[in-house]
């Protein structure tokens, strides 16, 4: 009796897979017929199939898994960095009067700041190395972390927080049992946008700065013209920063299971 259902949800989430998959493999199709017409040269547009076996070969050799382990390994610890000290900034700031005092100016001022014009400082303090870089990712990043944080936090029901200090709860206790779990949908709003922005900044920092990692490497082959190993950096630049997304969108459910949004979800699914 329950075989049908069973097998009517299988076949939907199937479904809802190649759905997903159909516009990139569309795209994908389109890209190797434009490529294969004449309308463009080699050099300008390769063919995805040459870019995929460039890619096959450089992991063949190494290089694609010592490029991309470098570029993660950047792209991660900053993003570490960012959600810790964001989400501790973003507290600091929703909890006390001075704090936002004093950070709330340098937060609304920095956020639309194009964060790249610091990469010379950067460079000049912390020179051409992982520091320089994580550092970039950082400046980046943690925005993101602690403009959502402050909203969610400041969003939470005050009945919710009336009921826990007349349960008895202290300051500690409402921040961090009551409070950042109501804020938490938001607080993962802000980690799903800093994600991605880790992986750009990494990117255009070891393009910027040289060395190893996908940016270097596309650095690379553009200097030396190669146009198939420059396509190959973006067709794995985008696959990377896809996987990211879709393991921050399963870690966002898995955290929420407990919340309404979570709910909605299964519901539709």
């Not at 006390?96 to 709330?104: E, G, K, M, N």
């Not at 000049?124 to 959502?148: C, E, H, Q, R």
């Not at 921040?175 to 779990?181: D, F, K, S």
Request: proline letters at 5%; aromatic letters at 8%.
């Amino acid at each position: 009796m329950t075989a049908a259902p069973t097998t009517s949800h299988l076949a939907s989430r199937l479904g809802g897979i190649a759905l997903g998959i159909l516009p990139i493999a569309l795209l994908a199709a389109g890209w190797e017929l434009v490529a294969s017409s004449g309308l463009v040269t080699p050099f300008m547009l390769p063919k995805l199939s040459a870019v995929l076996q460039r890619i096959f070969d450089d992991a063949l050799a190494g290089e694609l898994f010592i490029n991309l382990g470098l570029t993660l390994y950047r792209a991660l610890v900053g993003f570490a960095i960012s959600v810790v000290g964001g989400v501790l900034l973003g507290a600091a700031m929703a909890r006390s009067v001075p704090v936002r005092w004093f950070f709330d100016p340098i937060i609304s001022v920095g956020f639309p700041m194009p964060k790249i014009a610091f990469l010379p400082i950067m460079v000049l303090w912390l020179g051409f190395f992982d520091v320089s870089k994580i550092a970039m990712i950082v400046l980046d990043a943690i925005f993101p972390v602690v403009t959502a944080t402050v909203a969610g936090l400041n969003s939470v029901e005050r009945e919710l927080i009336w009921s826990a200090r007349n349960m008895g709860a202290s300051e500690r206790e409402l921040l961090w049992q009551v409070m950042l779990p109501a804020a938490l949908p938001q607080i993962l709003t802000g980690l799903q946008v800093s994600l991605p922005l880790c992986l750009i900044v990494a990117v255009v920092a070891e393009m910027a700065m040289g060395g190893y990692g996908l940016g270097g490497a596309m650095n690379t082959a553009s200097r030396f013209a190669d146009s198939r190993g420059v396509f190959a950096g973006i067709v794995e630049i985008a696959a990377v920063g896809y996987c990211l997304i879709k393991l921050m969108s399963l870690l966002r459910r898995r955290l929420l299971l407990w919340h309404q949004e979570a709910e909605a979800m299964i519901s539709t699914s």
